[in-house]
């Protein structure tokens, strides 16, 4: 399937999608501009694109494959792609790895995750299947130990490791500790996750003579998003035109943003999926244009919508809902996600603010709260005590504050739901 106009998907939408014809209710009936449309509330989204009785979808599920997106056990959520809007979408993202260093004949581990609905794993394999260059495909998946993969990139000599940047740690880590030597990689790519300078170190101690780049900025919710820019900076990408149209928006009053160093929240239209409309959807990150070549954009980190977490995904609704079932009697006024790093590793802190009655209640109170809060979101997003006996982030931990310590958008006022405060490379 080519990329469609803008202006077609608009009204496919509208007519096919209940969710989109009553998000554009009010709107003129020959609306084509982005400008013109309102901005996808998220959790309306994922609230009307249940499995069974979509309200997102413009047709009946009878053609496709389901991936699972970000959220919580309790409440999932499903992407879907036909093949036609698959295909066209690895053979986009396949044709900007060769802006990473992909060169004809690379063997090419691919490390990423595969099963349970995930889509990177597949995702990955199909784009370098689909990739201008000829290369050659090692589908080795990051679930493997690292016992067996590392005699097997031996073995086949791999010259591309493309992973999560926990997965290229874990196997860096590793090939320190067994004194291994793969001589033959040159090429780290990776995805999923930020690259911080601790990681690129460890990258560079077990793989001295390989290139770290970006795999490209994908997800499969929001589909194509940018590939990856040649330079010294790995955050850069540009927009896959003309497949996906992406924006950046004011923080406070969701006006696009055009001048270059100026942050904002990236919104993505994506040109060629019809069964399941992406327009103007949030994709959940910050970013910057960087005015050093057209469409060229910076990413910055996690917007409010949801935090990465070395492999774990969030969204503040899990955070918010997990404090609601655990505070029965009213203790909290307001919550925060502070991301930190320290020691190698990502942990996420719950910085809660007391209600004004609370303080004078004893802390012993407030510490069993703290557990309850913590016990109910492990419950919900069990990824992530999961990572943190693979030793892969620290333990969640809450911070009590009070309420005027709470971050705010200097210019709304409004309350900033995710503080990301590591240092990105």
């Avoid at 926990?166 to 930020?194: K, M, N, P, Y």
């Avoid at 690129?200 to 780049?213: D, K, N, S």
Wanted: proline share 8%; glycine share 8%.
């Amino acid at each position: 399937m080519s990329a469609q106009q803008l202006s077609d998907l608009i009204r496919f939408a509208r007519h096919n999608s209940p969710f989109y014809q009553d998000l554009y209710a009010s709107l003129p009936p020959h609306a084509d501009r982005l400008t013109d449309l309102p901005v996808v509330d998220q959790k309306a989204f994922w609230a009307a694109n249940s499995l069974h009785d979509s309200r997102v979808l413009t047709g009946p599920l009878s053609e496709a494959t389901v991936y699972k997106t970000g959220g919580t056990t309790g409440s999932p959520k499903f992407s879907v792609y036909t093949r036609d809007e698959w295909r066209t979408f690895v053979t986009s993202f396949g044709q900007g790895l060769v802006d990473t260093g992909l060169r004809p004949g690379h063997r090419v581990a691919d490390l990423f995750y595969a099963g349970e609905l995930y889509a990177s794993f597949l995702f990955v394999l199909d784009s370098l299947a689909h990739a201008p260059v000829d290369n050659v495909r090692l589908p080795i998946g990051g679930g493997a130990p690292l016992e067996s993969t590392i005699p097997t990139l031996r073995e086949l000599a791999a010259q591309v490791l493309a992973g999560t940047p926990t997965t290229l740690c874990r196997l860096a880590e590793q090939t320190i500790a067994s004194a291994a030597r793969l001589d033959s990689v040159e090429l780290l790519l990776f995805g999923g996750e930020a690259l911080f300078d601790d990681q690129r170190r460890l990258l560079a101690t077990a793989f001295p003579g390989a290139e770290v780049r970006s795999v490209g900025y994908a997800s499969v919710d929001a589909g194509l998003l940018g590939r990856p820019v040649p330079g010294p900076d790995a955050r850069v990408h540009r927009a896959f035109t003309p497949y996906s149209v992406v924006e950046i928006l004011d923080d406070s009053t969701d006006e696009p943003v055009t001048e270059p160093g100026r942050p904002g929240r990236v919104v993505v239209t994506s040109l060629f999926r019809r069964l399941m409309p992406i327009i103007r959807y949030p994709a959940g990150d910050r970013a910057e244009w960087t005015g050093t070549g057209p469409g060229h954009f910076r990413i910055l980190g996690r917007a409010e919508e949801g935090v990465r977490v070395g492999p774990v995904s969030l969204y503040t609704q899990d955070a918010q809902d997990a404090v609601a079932a655990a505070d029965t009697a009213g203790q909290v006024a307001g919550m925060q996600l502070v991301v930190r790093r320290w020691n190698g590793r990502d942990g996420l802190v719950l910085r809660l603010a007391a209600a004004p009655d609370a303080p004078g209640r004893p802390a012993a109170g407030r510490d069993a709260l703290a557990r309850a809060v913590v016990r109910q979101l492990e419950t919900v997003r069990p990824l992530y005590p999961d990572s943190v006996r693979a030793g892969f982030v620290h333990p969640l931990s809450v911070e009590w504050a009070r309420h005027r310590d709470l971050a705010v958008n200097p210019r709304s006022g409004k309350l900033v739901r995710v503080l990301d405060e590591r240092p990105t490379a």
